[in-house]
């Protein structure tokens, strides 16, 4: 089925670093939002965007809504060892249905 | 707790039996969605729910599946005949509004043997 891509797949970090991933789409959407999902658990909001270029923060988490409404990035600050988990992006573009990403999986090193 | 609920939390079943999965929504939200969710992929769009209105079906939900709302509030949703590919996690999601944030419950794990 449809799904964003999202990069990287995924990511091996020393505790204390910062990190980056993003989310990319081929179309123009109008809703981003930001999970975390830990295994066997749901996917738990962390950010939800709405506007091009908005850039919203929540805690150590930093998310920006791209220009060009095709793309989205999430920065973790100071990671810590329970930012271990995978992150999805989703979008809709107007419709009931939304499309998530395939997911970046964090593992802090400690 | 408020959140979205899920009822059972781990269903084993074996091929060709039906089962039955509900959710209960955050109370004030409207809007109902259906997810599926294999290992290793985010969760796939199965259903859509306005109050009992169920709005949008994605190709993904074959004619064993259904799901309904009867009174706006709480959703089942029944797979019949069951096969192996069904094994996954289901969850549910609801929403106050359309674009908006979407909040999910624990899933159902199901395994069919």
């Known amino acids: 089925g449809q799904q964003l891509n999202q990069s990287p797949q995924s990511m091996f970090i020393q505790e204390g670093e910062d990190v980056s991933m993003n989310c990319t789409s081929s179309?123009?959407?109008?809703?981003w939002l930001w999970y975390k999902q830990d295994p066997g658990e749901g996917p738990v909001l962390l950010i939800a965007?709405?506007?091009?270029?908005e850039l919203t923060s929540n805690g150590r988490l930093t998310a920006q809504f791209g220009i060009t409404r095709k793309d989205s990035f999430l920065n973790i600050s100071a990671s810590i060892p329970s930012d271990v988990g995978i992150y999805f992006c989703?979008?809709?573009?107007?419709?009931?249905?939304?499309?998530f990403g395939t997911g970046t999986r964090l593992k802090v090193l400690a | 707790d408020t959140g979205v609920s899920q009822d059972p939390r781990h269903k084993i079943t074996k091929r060709g039996q039906n089962v039955t999965f509900r959710c209960d929504p955050i109370s004030e939200h409207n809007r109902l969605y259906w997810y599926r969710q294999t290992l290793g992929q985010g969760p796939e769009f199965l259903t859509y729910?306005?109050?009992?209105?169920?709005?949008?079906k994605s190709r993904l939900l074959s004619d064993r599946f259904s799901a309904e709302r009867p009174k706006g509030s709480f959703s089942t949703l029944e797979i019949q005949r069951t096969e192996q590919g069904d094994s996954a996690m289901y969850l549910c999601a609801s929403s106050p509004r359309q674009p908006g944030e979407q909040y999910f419950g624990p899933g159902t794990r199901l395994t069919v043997t």
């Open positions: 729910f306005q109050n009992e209105a169920q709005l949008e």
């Open positions: 179309s123009i959407f109008n809703t």
């Open positions: 989703a979008r809709t573009s107007g419709t009931y249905k939304y499309i």
């Open positions: 965007l709405y506007k091009a270029g």
